[in-house]
């Protein structure tokens, strides 16, 4: 380790577990109650906008009754400290990474405090409730929708991200499931490119056997152990 590492960091819902936001994959495979299918795809929002748009107003007001845990807090201290490049991938749509403080951080599937308008694809910061139709503030057409990166649809940053990943000497991937591509084929990545590659999960994912290490325990409490290893080796 040395000034000079370059970190990578995934993220998934597993990191903001702790902070009361429900995982993708709850109690039967639903996702706050709901079939993916019918929330999360282009299909979906087609066939039933009211019932996609309230999902997301849901979610998007219950992110005021949340707060960071201790994992975001200690990314935020790493992104702040780290002297080498460091890049923060995450796939949730919450906004607790920031709200911790981290600065170096991209959003590959969208965000809930964000509207898309699916004509001109401009991306506004939307903070109360998104009415199927709603005017884009940019072109004025009918379209905005949920910011989100929907099954079967292109993430964003990819090249950003994949350029990270070639310089990386280190990748970690923290709290996801490893069943959501392409985010689940970066540890392949890393490795191809020479990356370290340390997983840490509340259990053994889906990828857990593609790594060069994986823990198990609560993010909140193997990430800031990890975090507070790394800050000593360059201290
Ligand atoms: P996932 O729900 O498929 O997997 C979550 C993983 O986190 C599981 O492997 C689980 O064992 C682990 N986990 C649960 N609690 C943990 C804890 N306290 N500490 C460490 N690990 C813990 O999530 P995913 O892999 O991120 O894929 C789901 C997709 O759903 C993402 O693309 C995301 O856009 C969306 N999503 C986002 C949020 C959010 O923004 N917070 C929440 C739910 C779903």
């Known amino acids: 380790m040395t000034r000079a590492t370059n970190i990578v960091i995934l993220t998934g819902a597993g990191i903001s577990a702790e902070s009361g936001i429900a995982t993708f994959r709850g109690p039967g495979g639903l996702w706050e109650g709901h079939r993916v299918e019918d929330v999360c795809t282009p299909e ?4 039933d906008p009211v019932l996609v748009h309230r999902f997301y107003d849901l979610r998007r007001a219950a992110l005021a009754t949340v707060v960071p845990n201790p994992a975001h807090d200690a990314l935020a201290r790493l992104d702040a400290a780290w002297p080498g490049e460091l890049l923060i991938v995450t796939q949730n749509v919450d906004d607790l990474h920031e709200r911790a403080g981290a600065k170096r951080l991209l959003h590959m599937h969208g965000e809930l405090r964000s509207a898309l308008c699916a004509s001109c694809g401009d991306q506004s910061r939307w903070e109360g409730s998104l009415a199927p139709r709603t005017s ?11 910011d989100i990166v929907f099954f079967g649809e292109m993430p964003y940053r990819m090249e950003v991200i994949e350029a990270a990943i070639a310089r990386a000497h280190i990748f970690v991937s923290i709290g996801t499931s490893g069943a959501v ?3 689940a084929g970066f540890v392949q990545t890393a490795r191809w490119h020479g990356a370290e590659t340390l997983e840490l999960n509340l259990e053994p994912s889906a990828g857990s056997h593609l790594f060069d ?10 990430v800031p152990a990890w975090v507070d290893a790394m800050l000593a080796a360059v201290a």
């Open 44 to 47: 979906a929002l087609a066939r």
């Open 213 to 222: 290490e994986s823990r198990t325990g609560p993010a909140s409490v193997l």
């Open 136 to 146: 884009c503030p940019v072109c004025g057409a009918a379209a905005l929708r949920p």
């Open 181 to 183: 591509y392409p985010a």
